[in-house]
């Protein structure tokens, strides 16, 4: 009988890795490869029926784990509620004044620049700073949650989550502009 994933494990756990925010993506799916050509479904079309059930979900597992942990928001996240912390239960301390006022600036640059392609260099420009917060603040992340600074590191996560939403909400209108949208 092969021995599958347990979904007892953590993720970090089940990839072999410290519970830290930095992880080498490159061994990650390395390990995650592995794990597939091991566990696929299609390895067991000859097997039990109870070894094929097993062997869909450990590759459902394999695969949640796999996206949480290669995501940095999807593993922030993750890191949090394994140390108990709601990140969906959100308060005005949670965010801070800090990261509101820069919300409304941020999103105000967006929504005056110029229409059109006569826009699309100014946008480039926004894209590049606001890659450089994400950055910034995942770097900020990683340092708070090694040294279990909780509170800050779930604002640290509410901002992650806006400088990601912004990073999705540019692309969209630079392809908008493009008319690729």
Not at 53 to 70: P, R, V
Not at 96 to 108: A, P, T
Not at 128 to 149: H, I, Y
């Amino acid at each position: 009988m092969t021995k599958f994933p347990s979904s007892d494990q953590d993720y970090f756990s089940l990839f072999k890795i410290p519970n830290d925010f930095e992880v080498d993506l490159a061994a990650v799916r390395e390990t995650y490869l592995s794990f597939q050509r091991a566990f696929h479904p299609d390895q067991f079309t000859a097997s039990s029926e109870s070894e094929q059930l097993a062997a869909l979900q450990s590759s459902s597992l394999l695969n949640d784990a796999y996206e949480t942990i290669s995501s940095p928001i999807k593993r922030a996240a993750y890191l949090l509620g394994l140390s108990g912390v709601d990140v969906e239960q959100t308060s005005q301390n949670d965010l801070g004044m800090e990261l509101l006022v820069e919300q409304m600036e941020l999103r105000e640059l967006l929504g005056a620049l110029p229409g059109g392609e006569r826009g699309l260099e100014e946008l480039e420009a926004l894209q590049v700073e606001v890659e450089k917060k994400v950055a910034s603040c995942q770097s900020d992340f990683g340092v708070a949650f090694a040294k279990k600074d909780l509170q800050l590191s779930k604002r640290l996560y509410h901002k992650l989550q806006f400088l990601f939403k912004l990073t999705a909400e540019i692309t969209e209108d630079e392809e908008r502009r493009l008319g690729l949208g």
